[in-house]
């Protein structure tokens, strides 16, 4: 891995403010708190302060063009079409933009992109200041957006492993994954409360301009070019199927991705929530329940995040992995067994500390194990697999089984599978027990 930009091996004594050394303990409080060395590192910290932009702007956009669809069709049905529209080209440039990023100054392909993020943003304000009211231009906006984040996010992870060192790829994560989660959680509630008092295009307005420091803070990022003898590729078809090929010859990769799908597609509950709170919770107010549990993974996310220095430094990234999908596994069925609300939810958060955990390991994996020259490869098939096509699947093998065994059996059954399916692959294909730094 290249680290020079970041890396001394000198060993003059460390200045204030200078990383940690990789042995260097923690006492008292700050051994359970979040695993800040990473920012220590000013390429990373830059890019990290662009991260907290993107996590709530992204969301206030994400909540206005829902509702501005429905304001004018009135219709629910156009709101998934808009979904659907954005879902397509994310996961096709997403695919294509980890071809690109491995052939490209990445610094560049992240100005490029963050700049069109932005433009794209301005232009959903034009047209709602405008009173456009077209549907077909709110679906051709968002599938602009989704495309240029398609191309972004594989260039913005794969970045992250020239930006620190190995042992701090864990911490790094996590300080990503938090902003992330925290987005997911503050976002939504900053919109649903700056709508009725600013309206839709002022909160369109408000992401543009936010993402100009987005640009900004990539604008003061180091140079990212590829690594000797990666320049002379192109970034076609070939260069994704190699993408492919090459997880397929890599088990701990392959594995660290299937390890996602299961705890996803099995055991992901979100479809449903609705049904949960109209029906097993109903008692508790509809509305409030729905809130709750749709609240209580990102929150327990969250949390788990503020609290990653308990797991940041472990070095069995594989054995990580398997026993947070494992919790999440269990945390998600103990939720269905629940016939109480608030011990539904305490399930449910908890499987939001496992799943940053998993995303935390997973995502150490994917660039540690990965050559420089497939790691932005590597994060677009991720950002498929997290974002992409995953969001059917969940809804078949989670809302499936629903009006035979009910909801909670449903969900239930769901955590339990995953327990068995993580834990029959860990036994059955050694090499993520093995992983480790």
Not at 193 to 217: N, Q, R, S
Not at 393 to 406: I, K, L, M, N, Q
Request: hydrophobic share 55%; with cysteine; proline share 6%.
């Amino acid at each position: 891995m290249d680290t020079s930009e970041t890396t001394d091996s000198s060993a003059e004594p460390r200045a204030a403010g200078a990383p940690e050394p990789a042995g260097a303990e923690r006492r008292g409080w700050r051994r359970w708190a979040m695993d800040t060395r990473p920012l220590r590192r000013p390429a990373y910290r830059r890019l990290w302060t662009s991260t907290i932009v993107t996590a709530v702007g992204s969301q206030l956009t994400a909540v206005a063009v829902p509702k501005q669809i429905y304001d004018i069709t009135g219709s629910s049905a156009w709101v998934g079409y808009a979904s659907l529209a954005g879902l397509v080209p994310m996961v096709a440039f997403a695919l294509w933009g980890g071809a690109v990023a491995d052939t490209v100054d990445r610094r560049k392909l992240l100005l490029v992109t963050n700049i069109g993020i932005a433009v794209t943003s301005l232009l959903f304000w034009l047209q709602a200041v405008t009173h456009l009211d077209s549907v077909a231009v709110l679906m051709v906006l968002l599938a602009l957006q989704q495309a240029f984040f398609g191309l972004n996010s594989p260039a913005r992870n794969a970045s992250i492993a020239r930006l620190v060192p190995a042992e701090e790829l864990p911490a790094a994560n996590a300080l990503g994954s938090t902003v992330m989660q925290t987005g997911l959680v503050a976002g939504p509630l900053l919109a649903g409360a700056l709508i009725p008092v600013i309206g839709l295009p002022e909160l369109y307005l408000i992401d543009a301009v936010a993402l100009c420091a987005t640009v900004w803070a990539v604008l003061r990022l180091p140079a990212l070019p590829p690594l000797t003898g990666s320049a002379a590729r192109r970034a076609g078809l070939r260069e994704i199927a190699a993408g492919f090929r090459y997880i397929s010859g890599h088990k701990v990769l392959l594995l660290s991705f299937l390890a996602d799908i299961i705890a996803m597609v099995f055991g992901m509950p979100r479809a449903l929530f609705p049904q949960l709170a109209a029906e097993t919770y109903a008692p508790y107010g509809e509305g409030l329940a729905l809130g709750l549990l749709f609240a209580a993974v990102p929150i327990g996310a969250v949390i788990g995040g503020l609290f990653s220095g308990t797991f940041s430094r472990a070095r069995r990234h594989g054995w990580m992995v398997i026993g947070a999908v494992t919790a999440w596994g269990i945390a998600v069925a103990g939720s269905g067994a629940s016939r109480n609300l608030w011990v539904a939810v305490a399930f449910l958060a908890a499987a939001g500390v496992a799943d940053m955990v998993s995303m935390v390991f997973r995502g150490a994996i994917l660039l540690s194990a990965a050559t420089d020259e497939m790691r932005g490869r590597m994060q677009g098939v991720f950002t498929v697999v997290v974002a992409g096509w995953p969001a059917p699947g969940r809804r078949c093998c989670t809302a499936r089984p629903a009006p035979a065994f009910g909801p909670r059996a449903a969900v239930n059954g769901g955590g339990l599978l995953v327990v068995v399916l993580m834990l029959g692959l860990a036994a059955a294909v050694p090499a993520l027990r093995r992983y480790r730094i």
